[in-house]
Nanobody, 123 residues
Framework: QVQLMESGGGSVQAGGSLRLSCAAS??????MGWFRQTPGSEREGVAR????????DYADSVLGRFTISQEYAENIVYLDMTSLKPEDTARYYC??????????????????WGQGTPVTVSS
């Protein structure tokens, strides 16, 4: 059974930091991405990591503030978020795929999704 389980969301003041975790089980994947979504908006790709190489990709909106990393043997992917802004408020999802080509920000490129974890950044 495929399971992606996010954790680490919460409330923080602007300028603060949070670490999100995504634990994957029952799935072999080549890339893991983090997405976020607010009510009424499309899901937005935030970052991606290639499992074999550790190469990473970031959306411009988070470049320099967010870092995606992994514990390869444990199938855990992290998203370290720093210098958080109110506009980072969203529900954050991790997603896995075996096909890493193309725009990593496109939700359709991922096969498996977690349930998400909420992040609220207050000003």
């Amino acid at each position: 059974q495929v399971q992606l389980m996010e954790s680490g969301g919460g409330s923080v003041q602007a300028g603060g930091s949070l670490r999100l975790s995504c634990a994957a089980s029952g799935v072999n994947y080549n890339c893991m991405g983090w997405f976020r979504q607010t009510p009424g908006s499309e899901r937005e790709g935030v970052a991606r990591i290639w499992r074999a190489t550790g190469n990473t990709d970031y959306a411009d909106s988070v470049l320099g503030r967010f870092t995606i990393s992994q514990e390869y043997a444990e199938n855990i992917v992290y998203l370290d978020m720093t210098s958080l802004k109110p506009e980072d408020t969203a529900r954050y999802y991790c997603a896995a795929t075996n096909f890493c080509r193309g725009d990593f920000r496109r939700p359709g490129g991922y096969n498996y999704w977690g349930q998400g974890t909420p992040v609220t950044v207050s000003s």
